[in-house]
């Protein structure tokens, strides 16, 4: 990765903006790794990205960029608030009043306002500067403010233009805004997500916001390649829709190749019994059992040996055939007993077991807290926030969090000055004119 970066720097001739920040905390000035520092670890160093996405979906898939070390320059309304997503609360940072939904999804990012529909001008100069365009607008909305595909096509050749939109930019839903419960109703994710008997259940985060991020994040690193070998940026669709549609896997085949449709099964698997959640004396535990082999040890585990060897249970399609009948009998047993005393008796076991942990549960665990993936990072106005760190992680390369998500527009001018090479009069004309902020 580190010689691919090279080439694209070589291509480009591009610097970063990569200033060291100072954070006052309790009086105390800090310098961590935390100061924006992008060194020749990070395989994407030299690659800058011109990120007009809000929300999630966008913003999660250049804060992964921007983790391996691309400039990410995140353009916001000004006089507007910024990112939609700044106000989704409470719960809200003190001082800055952002929110801590925000802060998910926008570390190691530089925030820049600019009025789209005054300053596209400025967008262009950026465009020429950048190797990478990422936007979520309802497809059609950045052709009339002059910033589409076709016309920034003109101004930056070399640019990689990525849209992340509902529905796609074709077809008879191109034109609706789209959400992530919507595409996740429509996708038939609720269809499947829920108790047996009862309704439809979406799932306790965006997942089709995140999956469609990691699809956009990962067809940019292939476009930066295909523009490695050619020199040609390009177009890429990514839509919520079919990311989700994508998602139903083994669900979709089942019924493309075997015409049979789904249903909810709660924490149970349609194909493997035991596979689920069962209630125990102080909360619930998950258990699978993807083999007989395994079947067999869990029953070696809880003393039911003779289980393992009824007719009604020997084989995994035995199981699914009677699977109220073995169901009812490990309920009765896991009840008798807490979870830990469960995780306990089945210390190295073969077959996945853990606890439903509840989120304090799964900040507290022995595994999270050794592997450091929560990390503390000074903020501009606030002190210090936490998020989750990246969970990838290179022997060769870096992929970290070093910036706390920015405050609106704490970077405009910095970016104008010093990578567009704005004049100090020319940002002081665009403020006075409300273009910047």
Request: proline share 5%; with cysteine; glycine share 8%.
């Amino acid at each position: 990765m580190l010689m691919r970066c090279q080439v694209f720097q070589s291509l480009f001739g591009r610097q970063l903006l990569n200033r060291p920040q100072a954070f006052t905390v309790g009086g105390k000035t800090l310098a961590t790794s935390a100061t924006g520092e992008i060194t020749d670890d990070h395989p994407l160093k030299g690659i800058k990205i011109l990120d007009l996405t809000r929300i999630v979906a966008g913003p999660y898939c250049t804060m992964l960029l921007a983790d391996m070390g691309a400039e990410v320059y995140k353009i916001e309304r000004p006089y507007a608030g910024g990112d939609e997503s700044r106000k989704w609360g409470p719960p809200f940072l003190e001082k800055s009043k952002d929110s801590t939904y925000f802060l998910a999804s926008n570390r190691n990012k530089k925030s820049v306002c600019i009025d789209l529909k005054k300053g596209k001008d400025i967008i262009y100069d950026l465009a020429r500067t950048c190797d990478i365009l990422v936007e979520n607008y309802v497809p059609g909305k950045l052709d009339e403010l002059q910033l589409g595909y076709e016309q920034l096509k003109k101004v930056a050749p070399h640019l990689i233009y990525c849209s992340l939109t509902g529905y796609g930019s074709r077809g008879p839903y191109a034109k609706r805004p789209g959400y992530d419960v919507i595409a996740a109703s429509m996708g038939g994710l609720l269809h499947i997500t829920g108790e047996r008997s009862g309704p439809p259940s979406k799932v306790g985060v965006a997942v089709t916001d995140v999956s469609t991020g990691l699809y956009a994040h990962g067809a940019i690193l292939a476009a930066l390649l295909h523009r490695q070998r050619t020199g040609r940026g390009q177009k890429i669709d990514v839509n919520l829709f079919s990311t989700q549609v994508s998602m139903l896997i083994n669900v979709a085949s089942n019924y493309l190749n075997a015409g049979l449709d789904a249903q909810r099964w709660g924490t149970a698997h349609s194909s493997i019994v035991p596979y689920q959640s069962f209630k125990t004396k102080d909360g619930y535990l998950t258990l699978g059992t993807g083999s007989d082999k395994q079947f067999q040890e869990m029953c070696q585990r809880l003393k039911l040996e003779h289980l393992a060897e009824d007719a009604k249970f020997k084989t995994n399609k035995d199981r699914v055939e009677n699977r109220e009948e073995i169901i009812k009998i490990l309920d009765n047993i896991f009840s008798q007993k807490t979870s830990k005393q469960w995780m306990e008796l089945f210390e190295n076991v073969s077959f996945p077991v853990g606890p439903v942990n509840s989120i304090r549960e799964v900040f507290e665990d022995e595994h999270i807290k050794s592997i450091g993936l929560v990390k503390t990072l000074p903020h501009s106005k606030d002190g210090v926030v936490k998020m989750v760190g990246p969970p990838v992680e290179f022997s060769e390369s870096k992929n970290d969090a070093r910036t706390a998500p920015p405050v609106c527009g704490q970077h405009t001018d910095d970016v104008l000055r010093e990578v567009l090479q704005y004049s100090e009069r020319q940002i002081a004309e665009l403020r006075q004119k409300k273009i910047i902020e």
